[in-house]
């Protein structure tokens, strides 16, 4: 390059070039947890017990953002190519090559697939979030609504990019506003059933029967905030038309999914919450499934009562999740007898 290039352009270029190594590193890390939750979600446990009752869909949906996330990533990783070595005597050079990037089909084609994968990625957050509320409307249209109008933004964007600079469409910031704020309100939502749930647990069956929820409350967060972190910087960035964009656009698509793959293998691999019994000295052997939030009136506890402990009757129990089995009086002492979640990975 000759020596009289702006330095503006010199941190665009780099911005842009590093920027596809952390997407390589990424979707390195994409790949790696694809493979685990398929064999996490194949696998039956020693226990023989079943891994999850939605295995089907879940593997459906991994399979599903994985194609999506390749082929994004191989066009990005092709057009990276195109702008220092099959283009690159083109008038403007790598500079213009970067900011006219939407007049070339193979980006446009590798943006269309993020935002499918993206689509997908949030529709598995609202179902987690539906499935630990109850379907409740109040919590349901909302969400729902700002779901449709994220898919709706992205289309639109589709629709202006032709010929268009990317960082110049004010849809895009509207676009990432809705799908980071989806995310901090689905934590939100979900940390704060959860912690709700627990708090009727304890008044019910102690403070050692509830760290179940403790444990999913902080797995729901630490997924969340990966994401969450990275997409405010992006929407700061993009909103101040700074090159930092560059270094996050082409991995936080693959780092909303590493977040989504996480649960699904800790779920499935019954990792959410079974070390955390080792430190009791009366442990439930129980399985917590989120199969429903609305009846809390199947708690078997022995013969001594049908509705519940010692007596309680179904008006004492608020809604919460349906624990499975019998509580059994003594800790378990292997590995294999430990509770595990199944939950039926909607966690």
């Not at 446990?45 to 953002?65: D, Q």
């Not at 449709?148 to 849809?171: D, K, P, Q, R, W």
């Amino acid at each position: 390059m000759s020596s009289d290039t702006p330095d503006t352009d010199l941190w665009l270029e780099r911005s842009r070039l590093d920027g596809m190594l952390l997407g390589a590193v990424s979707y390195g890390m994409f790949f790696l947890l694809t493979i685990q939750a398929t064999i996490a979600l194949t696998r039956r446990p020693r226990s023989g017990s079943k891994i999850a009752e939605h295995r089907w869909m879940l593997l459906s949906y991994v399979f599903i953002t994985f194609i999506l996330g390749t082929i994004g990533f191989a066009g990005n990783a092709k057009y990276t190519e195109m702008i220092w070595i099959d283009l690159r005597n083109a008038p403007g050079g790598p500079a213009a090559l970067i900011n006219n990037e939407l007049n070339y089909w193979i980006n446009m084609m590798a943006l269309s697939c993020y935002y499918i994968m993206e689509w997908f990625m949030q529709a598995l957050l609202l179902h987690r979030c539906f499935i630990i509320w109850g379907w409740e409307k109040y919590v349901v249209w909302p969400m729902t609504t700002l779901f449709l109008a994220m898919i709706a933004m992205s289309i639109l964007i589709l629709a202006e990019s032709s010929g268009a600079v990317f960082y110049n469409i004010n849809t895009q910031l509207a676009y990432l506003c809705i799908e980071v704020g989806m995310t901090v309100i689905y934590t939100v939502l979900v940390t704060g059933r959860l912690f709700a749930l627990r708090k009727q647990m304890k008044e019910i069956l102690g403070r050692e029967h509830v760290r179940t929820y403790e444990t999913v409350a902080a797995m729901v967060i630490e997924s969340a905030a990966m994401y969450s972190t990275l997409g405010i910087i992006f929407i700061i960035a993009f909103a101040v038309h700074s090159n930092v964009s560059n270094l996050v656009f082409l991995a936080i698509s693959h780092v909303q999914g590493i977040a989504q793959l996480l649960i699904i293998i800790r779920v499935a691999q019954g990792r959410a919450f079974t070390q955390d019994w080792t430190s009791t000295s009366v442990a439930p052997t129980t399985s917590l499934t989120f199969g429903s939030t609305k009846n809390f009136t199947d708690i078997d506890l022995g013969p001594e009562s049908s509705n519940g402990l010692n007596g309680t009757t179904d008006a004492e129990i608020n809604s919460g999740p349906v624990w499975k089995d019998s509580v059994k009086s003594t800790a378990p002492s292997t590995r294999e007898q430990r509770s595990e979640l199944v939950g039926d990975a909607d966690l």
